[in-house]
């Protein structure tokens, strides 16, 4: 619950600082300062030490589970903005309140990693959605910011009005948003009583399911994804993509495997239908680009396509992989478009020679690449090991073809990932980058040293999450 | 009233505002049809409440099934209402730039 609460306190904290100061410096270190309180506010009550408690009637849930994924998520954004800070407050006039609305979208992110019932599901996904609609458009005068944001908009609303038609269908069927009521598991699709057909629940069960991957930008529902994420100002992109990416999926798992049985057969057939597809479009469209800023939309496609396998492997190694990725995946792309928001230009052609004119940050570069790639001794590996195990493990033709599938996209992967590389490396040129400041560096080693620290010791990670 | 007549309208309201949300070339409209499709909710919303309370009182008069569903219908008009907020911002900031709400313009500016 701290997460909850004091997430959306800060948030009106912030939205007040711009009152008193309008230096962009301070109200950046009072965001910083916030973040850490509330992420030792979680940590304080991932450990029962100090909690603040509301009866919520079962609404929300608190697990463990839950608990160390809100702490992955506010240590990921603190280290976005360590690194994206003075991008965010050089988007536009109002630093503070952009500040402000990442924190209601952290407040979001945490109802997600908790919510026991449907109303809370919907809740969660609108407090997270509707700051990003602002955050998309945050530089006013840019049109493909507008482009963006309008895009973002129409079609978030477009799927809310899905989801909650599909809530009402299960509504209809069920005759309780309680999430332990559906019960997705009974032989014949079908969890109903009250309604002649089990017709209602299946549509209300696919339509909330798409809706949801449309907010994790999962074929065929990625059309938007990288026109928003190409036209988002870069510091907010990357904020997009990876910790609100990563809590579309807790939500997914929250809903569909923590707090109910196993899926029935033919929903994990969509299940793999959807991972089949997503993998495809993510990969192969990626192969093409020639913006980097672009190539990492398409490539966030292509993880949300892995982080799916844990929703249809459904086992513990699913649970602890889909954290390994978040942390991986979150570490590596925040990573990345930090760095793209310092240059010149986006395109490949940026980056020519970019390891002479600037050696620490075509290394750091390299390394996020790495471990997107899913190459060992970064934490990329583990997430994308787990990932492919957890569905071995359950076995099953599908589940193998699934395994090697992955495995060939993985490649895929390496190929669009190494051009940046080879482009830093091996290409002449003078790669145009903005002036960077020590903090910014001492925040790269710091990620570089995260990830390389987790690819060797991943135990680290989970042990902190079984402690 | 059976409860069929009340999907079908809901269901129809739900079409409409899909067609509109995929036919229509003006950002306003566009936006309207969705305003639309979470009225055909919240309709349907009531309705499903409505029958399952009859049926839980059937059983046992004090029965207060029902009751979270007409919640649920308050919740979607506040978050329609902080949606609208932030959509006709988002517009009226497009107006700004482009004096036009078209939403073919967003086509003309890929790559």
């Known amino acids: 619950m701290n997460a909850i609460i004091i997430s959306a306190l800060m948030g009106v904290l912030l939205m007040f600082t711009s009152i008193l100061t309008t230096n962009k410096q301070v109200i950046k270190n009072i965001a910083l300062i916030a973040l850490l309180f509330l992420l030792t506010a979680n940590i304080v009550d991932t450990y029962n030490l100090f909690s603040i408690n509301i009866?919520?009637?079962?609404?929300?849930?608190?697990?463990?589970?839950?608990?160390?994924?809100?702490?992955?998520?506010?240590?990921?954004?603190?280290?976005?903005?360590?690194?994206?800070?003075?991008?965010?407050?050089?988007?536009?006039?109002?630093?503070?309140?952009?500040?402000?609305?990442?924190?209601?979208?952290?407040?979001?992110?945490?109802?997600?990693?908790?919510?026991?019932?449907?109303?809370?599901?919907?809740?969660?996904?609108?407090?997270?959605?509707?700051?990003?609609?602002?955050?998309?458009?945050?530089?006013?005068?840019?049109?493909?910011?507008n482009e963006a944001s309008l895009k973002y908009f129409l079609m978030g609303a477009f799927s809310t009005g899905i989801m909650l038609m599909g809530i009402t269908?299960?509504?209809?069927?069920?005759?309780?948003?309680?999430?332990?009521?559906?019960?997705?598991?009974?032989?014949?699709?079908?969890?109903?009583?009250?309604?002649?057909?089990?017709?209602?629940?299946?549509?209300?069960?696919?339509?909330?399911?798409?809706?949801?991957?449309?907010?994790?930008?999962?074929?065929?529902?990625?059309?938007?994804?990288?026109?928003?994420?190409?036209?988002?100002?870069?510091?907010?992109?990357?904020?997009?993509?990876?910790?609100?990416?990563?809590?579309?999926?807790?939500?997914?798992?929250?809903?569909?495997?923590?707090?109910?049985?196993?899926l029935h057969y033919l929903w994990k057939m969509v299940t793999a239908l959807v991972i089949i597809a997503t993998l495809v479009i993510g990969n192969i469209t990626a192969v093409f680009q020639q913006s980097v800023k672009r190539m990492l939309a398409y490539s966030s496609i292509a993880h949300a396509g892995f982080m799916m396998f844990a929703l249809y492997a459904q086992n513990d190694y699913a649970k602890e992989g889909i954290l390994i990725y978040t942390a991986a995946y979150c570490l590596a792309t925040i990573g990345l478009f930090a760095i793209l928001a310092k240059m010149d230009d986006y395109t490949l052609d940026g980056y020519n020679g970019m390891a002479k004119t600037q050696p620490l940050l075509a290394f750091a570069n390299v390394?996020?690449?790495?471990?997107?790639?899913?190459?060992?001794?970064?934490?990329?590996?583990?997430?994308?090991?787990?990932?492919?195990?957890?569905?071995?493990?359950?076995?099953?033709?599908?589940?193998?073809?699934?395994?090697?599938?992955?495995?060939?996209?993985?490649?895929?992967?390496?190929y669009y990932y190494f051009r940046v590389i080879q482009a830093m490396y091996f290409k002449d040129g003078d790669a145009k980058v903005a002036d960077v400041t020590t903090g910014f560096k001492l925040?790269?080693?710091?990620?570089?040293?995260?990830?390389?620290?987790?690819?060797i010791f991943p135990n680290v990670l989970l042990g902190w999450f079984y402690f | 009233m059976p409860i069929q007549y009340y999907i079908y309208?809901?269901?129809?309201?739900?079409?409409?505002?899909?067609?509109?949300?995929?036919?229509?070339?003006?950002?306003?409209?566009?936006?309207?049809?969705?305003?639309?499709?979470?009225?055909?909710?919240?309709?349907?919303?009531?309705?499903?409440?409505?029958?399952?309370?009859?049926?839980?009182?059937?059983?046992?008069?004090?029965?207060?099934?029902?009751?979270?569903?007409?919640?649920?219908?308050?919740?979607?008009?506040?978050?329609?209402?902080?949606?609208?907020?932030?959509?006709?911002?988002?517009?009226?900031?497009?107006?700004?730039n482009t004096r036009s709400v078209d939403i073919n313009f967003l086509n003309r500016l890929k790559n």
């Not at chain 1, 309780?176 to 089990?198: C, G, R, Y």
């Not at chain 1, 790639?373 to 492919?388: D, E, H, S």
């Open chain 1, 55 to 145: 009866d919520t009637k079962g609404m929300l849930a608190f697990n463990k589970f839950g608990y160390f994924f809100n702490t992955l998520a506010i240590a990921a954004t603190t280290i976005f903005v360590i690194l994206s800070g003075n991008e965010i407050v050089k988007t536009g006039n109002y630093a503070a309140d952009y500040f402000a609305l990442i924190f209601f979208v952290l407040c979001g992110v945490s109802i997600l990693s908790s919510f026991n019932n449907l109303l809370m599901m919907f809740l969660g996904v609108e407090i997270m959605s509707i700051p990003l609609y602002i955050l998309t458009g945050s530089a006013k005068k840019n049109l493909k910011s």
């Open chain 1, 367 to 414: 390394v996020f690449l790495l471990s997107l790639a899913g190459i060992p001794l970064t934490v990329g590996f583990f997430a994308k090991y787990y990932m492919l195990a957890a569905v071995l493990k359950n076995g099953g033709n599908i589940g193998l073809f699934l395994t090697i599938l992955g495995v060939v996209f993985a490649a895929v992967s390496v």
């Open chain 1, 443 to 455: 925040g790269l080693i710091l990620t570089i040293i995260a990830i390389i620290f987790f690819g």
């Open chain 1, 169 to 262: 269908f299960l509504y209809g069927a069920s005759g309780s948003f309680d999430i332990q009521a559906l019960k997705l598991t009974d032989n014949e699709l079908s969890f109903t009583k009250v309604m002649p057909t089990p017709l209602l629940e299946i549509i209300g069960l696919l339509f909330v399911f798409a809706s949801m991957l449309f907010k994790v930008s999962a074929a065929p529902f990625h059309f938007w994804a990288p026109d928003v994420y190409d036209g988002a100002p870069s510091a907010f992109a990357s904020f997009m993509a990876t910790i609100v990416k990563a809590a579309g999926f807790i939500a997914l798992i929250n809903l569909f495997f923590l707090k109910a049985v196993e």
């Open chain 2, 9 to 96: 309208l809901a269901l129809a309201l739900f079409s409409i505002g899909i067609i509109g949300v995929l036919t229509r070339r003006n950002a306003i409209i566009v936006f309207m049809c969705i305003e639309l499709m979470l009225n055909a909710a919240n309709l349907l919303l009531v309705a499903f409440s409505q029958m399952h309370q009859k049926i839980a009182y059937a059983a046992n008069p004090a029965a207060t099934n029902g009751i979270e569903a007409q919640l649920f219908v308050f919740f979607i008009m506040v978050v329609a209402a902080a949606e609208v907020s932030v959509g006709l911002a988002i517009i009226v900031m497009l107006y700004r």
